[in-house]
């Protein structure tokens, strides 16, 4: 029996993938094109997977569909091995935010984890947004201060263009000769992290900005 094997941002590359390759039979008439289109579409998904077995490598092999109906129904097969994002309790949230005092925790309990890469909130009251995201398999929390931007800007998670806040954080970087040092980053990043969980297909930039945050090397 195949266990859930695939991440919510894998899941939504394959569905761009699955796309791309639509779109083309849309486009164009060549079937050399669409040939070329769909094995580099599949070379790209399997690149994903490197310690697949060989059940897994059939499932997500594309390169015998050709219809519409073959796609969606391929995508919605695939749906049913999405990884869920760890399961938290409210304590254990709270425990990754000990100076958040009075910090306002999301309604675990409504949360889609199988639709979740990092797990995101803002409280509006003290202009901050939480940030929750495994790194070498333990769980981070991020505290950031956040300013709406009045223009649409590229995500730095998911690389969509639209709606975004500018948020910073202190990282924990530190200078044995300089106590008092400090260092801030920010980013620009979805205010909606439903909407950037949505469309992100990697977690370079996410794991790199965690990183810098804790003041490790990249």
């Known amino acids: 029996m195949i266990g859930k094997f695939i991440k919510n941002e894998q899941f939504n590359f394959i569905k761009k993938q699955v ?21 580099l579409a599949n070379a790209k998904i399997m690149e994903l997977f490197p310690y697949i077995t060989q059940e897994q490598t059939e499932m997500l092999d594309l390169s015998k569909k050709k219809t519409d109906f073959e ?18 309790t409210e304590q254990q949230i709270k425990k990754m935010f000990p100076k958040a005092k009075k910090i306002k925790v999301p309604e675990l309990a409504k949360l889609n984890r199988e639709q979740i890469t990092y797990l995101s909130w803002t409280d509006i009251s003290t202009n901050k947004k939480y940030i929750i995201y495994e790194l070498n398999e333990k769980m981070i929390g991020i505290e950031c201060k956040y300013t709406l931007l009045s223009k649409d800007n590229v995500c730095s998670f998911c690389n969509r ?15 044995a000769k300089n106590p008092d040092y400090y260092k801030a980053i920010g980013n620009y990043i979805c205010f909606d992290s439903s909407e950037c969980n949505g469309k992100i297909t990697n977690v370079d930039y996410l794991t790199t900005f965690f990183k810098e945050s804790l003041g490790e090397p990249c």
């Not at 791309?20 to 769909?38: C, E, F, G, Q, W």
């Not at 796609?71 to 938290?88: A, G, T, V």
């Not at 263009?161 to 200078?175: E, L, M, N, Q, R």
Request: net charge positive.
């Open 19 to 39: 796309a791309l390759i639509k779109d083309s039979y849309k486009k164009n008439s060549d079937p050399t094109v669409i040939r070329a289109v769909k094995e």
């Open 71 to 88: 796609y969606d129904q391929y995508i919605q097969e695939l749906s049913q091995y999405l990884l869920p994002f760890p399961q938290l």
């Open 161 to 175: 263009f639209g709606p975004v806040a500018f948020i910073s954080t202190v990282t924990k970087a530190k200078k």
